[in-house]
């Protein structure tokens, strides 16, 4: 089976481009792929195999390819070919990149089917012929290129696909590698505005991955969530130019605090001195508008009432949201005990426990099904209010870090396994400094680059009444104060 000559040429555009979002590890990779079992005598596929080989010895920029090529004598056909492509693309944003890969995943997951198609089509031929004195031999081929077909599509689901790492599949290995190298890609991290809460993120929030902050009733866990939505917003630029065209989707639902009570603090994080009440509702409106999108996010908050939706609501609410023109890039859902299970067996059903089992696995599947960040929260049990209560009457309202910890999570232990991230937090405040302690009791995926040498902060608020965090990404130093593994010796706290 051979491809379409306008395919080569759509693969030999994005090589050629300066945009480097284009060409990821996994895009490369798949590409590669596509080339070695389609092969053509195609200009556009020969130069796209000669692109991937200098990409291959990490020589990435175009204008420094064609140099080499030059000097290695390369064809000019080759050479004028590229530069044409690479001043005018046939494929020119993100979007189309995507929905081209998408295609072509299809044509190399499927390959096996389609090498089968022809010998199948053939049998079916043989056995409608009129000739009856071979009829055994007939039946026999058709069966034969029958059970090619059915062993090609149960080979799909294991060799073609990112669920299998097989030393004998080394083309599938090589896409699992490259996807798990472009996760970590500094264009697809979500910062939020604290630089010490990136550090224990380590880096930021990710792709795939499920997030949970559990705290004591009333310690900021509706607050870091709405926080870290309207940081993804303004501190994460670098997401609005990797998408080529589409506007991001930073996604707020909350199915606790009304819809009033969520702009309310919403407003006193964006302008934490300012009076709403001042405002007309168009001036305040026009306010919050241009902070949340000045940056080229659009904000979605959403409210449900408890249990008003399920996590199977959940992925369609996303997928209503995803189109040509939005992706949602991250959802913030306060929070996992107001959701429904998707599942209604028994088993997803019985008790508080199992229901809260199976709302984790499903979250965490929707974030690999739409390879997105979901950040929640959940409640701490009453032996941790105990806990907290006699430390602070003891005078120890700034360590309660000490006695928050994995045991105190709430009713279902499956709570800890599934997230991919769980921290501690609580609100420390003498009346004179208020500061929001959060100490990571799992970090699933550290990233080695990051300094991993403590395992949460204490970050100020604004002022000792404010809802406000003080923000310091785009400060030199950060504000926060670390706390170590094990019991806090040392510790700094930052000047500027």
């Known amino acids: 089976m051979k491809l379409k000559n306008t395919i080569y040429k759509n693969i030999a555009s994005i090589l050629a481009s300066d945009d480097m979002t284009f060409k990821t590890a996994k895009n490369i990779v ?49 050479i004028s070919n590229i530069e044409m492509l690479n001043r005018s693309p046939s494929i020119k944003t993100r979007s189309e990149v995507e929905r081209l890969c998408e295609v072509l995943s299809d044509y190399v997951k499927f ?85 010490g809460l990136n550090s224990i993120l380590s880096p930021g929030y990710l792709g795939g991955c499920l997030y949970l902050y559990c705290a004591l009733p009333g310690n900021y866990k509706s607050g870091i969530l709405l926080t870290s939505h309207v940081d993804t917003c303004r501190y994460n630029q670098h997401i609005v130019k ?5 506007t991001p989707i930073s996604m707020y639902i909350s199915m606790e605090n009304s819809m009033t009570q969520t702009i309310r603090r919403l407003w006193a994080l964006l302008y934490p001195t300012a009076d709403m009440s001042m405002f007309t509702v168009d001036e305040a409106t026009d306010m919050i508008k241009k902070a949340l999108s000045e940056n080229g996010f659009r904000s979605v908050i959403l409210y449900y009432g408890y249990r008003e939706k399920s996590t199977a609501d959940l992925a369609n609410i996303i997928r209503s949201y995803n189109n040509d023109k939005y992706e949602v890039v991250a959802v913030f859902l306060d929070y996992i005990k107001r959701i429904r299970p998707a599942r209604t067996d028994t088993a ?5 426990k199992a229901e809260l089992h199976a709302i984790m696995n499903e979250l965490k599947n929707i974030t690999v099904e739409f390879d997105i960040p979901i950040v929640s929260g959940h409640q701490f049990n009453r032996e941790m209010a105990k806990a907290v209560d006699n430390i602070v009457a003891n005078g120890g309202y700034n360590k309660t870090n000490e006695v928050l910890g994995r045991s105190g999570v709430s009713v279902a232990w499956e709570v800890m396994e599934v997230a991919d991230w769980l921290a501690s937090m609580n609100i420390e405040n003498n009346g004179e400094s208020k500061m929001l302690m959060i100490n990571a009791a ?52 930052a000047n500027i």
């Open 242 to 246: 990797s998408l080529n065209g589409k």
């Open 348 to 352: 997803a059903t019985s008790s508080e």
């Open 111 to 195: 390959y096996k089917i389609l090498q089968a198609e022809d010998s199948f089509i053939t049998s079916l031929d043989l056995i409608r012929d009129d000739d009856d004195t071979n009829i055994k031999g007939r039946t026999d081929a058709l069966y034969k290129a029958a059970t090619a077909v059915v062993n090609a599509y149960e080979s799909v689901n294991t060799s073609s696909t990112l669920h299998s790492f097989d030393t004998d599949e080394v083309d599938g290995m090589k896409t699992v590698v490259a996807t798990t190298k472009d996760s970590r890609d500094s264009n697809r991290v979500i910062l939020t505005s604290i630089r």
């Open 442 to 493: 799992k970090q699933r995926d550290l990233d080695s680059s990051q300094d991993n040498s403590f395992t949460g902060i204490r970050h100020p608020f604004l002022t000792s009444q404010s809802f406000a965090l003080k923000p310091d990404i785009c400060e030199t130093v950060s504000l926060s104060t670390p706390i170590y593994y094990g019991k806090q010796h040392t510790n700094y706290v």
């Open 30 to 78: 798949l590409f590669s792929r596509l080339i070695s079992i389609y092969p053509s005598k195609s200009i556009f596929c020969l130069i796209s195999h000669r692109i991937i080989s200098y990409i291959e010895r990490n020589i990435i920029n175009v204008s420094l390819m064609i140099d080499i090529m030059k000097d290695e004598g390369e064809d000019d056909e080759i």
